[in-house]
């Protein structure tokens, strides 16, 4: 009992019941409102904590799920961006100047490959809207057999599309790259361009005095006596360097042959050391017949193929796959002379 002269502090109820009202049961601590009072709600607890980890667990990897696809899909993305920038459309409506760039050394795997430049040349030919093909050149040379491919592909798409194909050369046009020029219909220069070095090399080192004068012996075994030709810690022999010098002879009266086709009666062929592997400046290389006229690639554009839009043709490839391919190339090249050398047109 509540002392009834008792004071409670203002905002102060007592702890007591409410006195039940007439007629209403009292409460049941045990009601059927109580989850615990149901039997088996331990079970019941359990299936309900299992079912929430359950969505929750479908519901992470239904977010993983759309993470990896929305990664994918950015990934496709950019492969097909890449490819549309690799090769322009062969609808182009406009008329236009196709340009495709050789630029460095012409080798397998390089970006001036015949591979990639070929493909880059069959999309330009192939445009309705190309008026003409320009070969921006700047290249000191390289692999005779690429070269080779390229000059034969311009002669065949030449015929086959009846489209006119120029060289406009950058810094320097020399070796395989002008085995390339020479098959196109003409070929401009800077006054200041490097052209010419119509000539082939096969390069190497001989480590055999020094190798004797530190007491090594250089253990190599070979079936077949040539087998190890051009090993920079063997001695050449007179046989050996004769081949040699015959298969050199052999490439260069190709690239010979190649230059007088391509230029005709413009190369003046009485210039002493013309063939010799000697290079010239772009005005020199005009007025010897190895180029034709002074110009860039705007003024052909504009002047000769009379379509002054240029669309670049040039494979673009990832970056990051260049830079592999660069590494891995250096990398082989390294291992690859040291032991042998690939005749060159540089």
Known sequence: MTDPTR???QGFEPFE????????????????????????????????????????????????????????????????????????????ATAHTAVVEIKGEIANGADASAEFVVAAMKTAFEDAGAKGVVLLIN???????????????????????????????????????????????????????????????????????TMEKLGVERRLLTAGENKGFLDPFSPMSDAQRGHAQQMLNQIHAQFIDVVKKGRGDRLKTDTPGLFSGLFWSGQQAVDLGLADQLGNVDFV????IKAEE???????????????????????DASMRALHSAPALR
Do not use: H
Not at 301 to 304: D, K, N
């Open 7 to 9: 004071t409670e502090p």
């Open 17 to 92: 019941r409410p006195a039940p009202i007439s007629g209403a049961p009292s409460p049941d601590p045990m009601s059927k409102n109580d989850p615990t009072s149901q039997p088996g709600w331990e079970r019941a607890t359990l299936e309900k904590l299992a079912f929430s980890s359950l969505r929750e667990q479908r519901a992470t990897r239904r977010w993983k799920t759309f993470v990896r696809l929305s990664w994918l899909a950015f990934f496709i993305f950019l492969v097909w961006l890449a490819m549309s920038r690799a090769a322009p459309s062969t609808a182009t």
């Open 139 to 209: 290249s000191p040379g390289g692999s005779p057999v690429q070269a080779g491919i390229i000059n034969d592909e311009i002669r065949r798409l030449k015929a086959k599309y009846n489209k006119p194909v120029y060289a406009v050369v950058e810094e320097s046009c020399a070796s395989a790259a002008y085995y390339i020029a020479a098959a196109t219909d003409k070929i401009y220069v800077d006054k200041a361009s490097i052209v010419g070095s119509i000539g082939v090399l096969m390069d190497g080192f001989g480590f055999t005095g």
């Open 301 to 304: 554009a504009r002047e000769v």
């Open 310 to 332: 240029v669309i670049d043709y040039t494979r673009r490839d990832n970056v990051a796959e260049k830079l592999a391919k660069k590494f891995g190339a250096a990398m082989g």
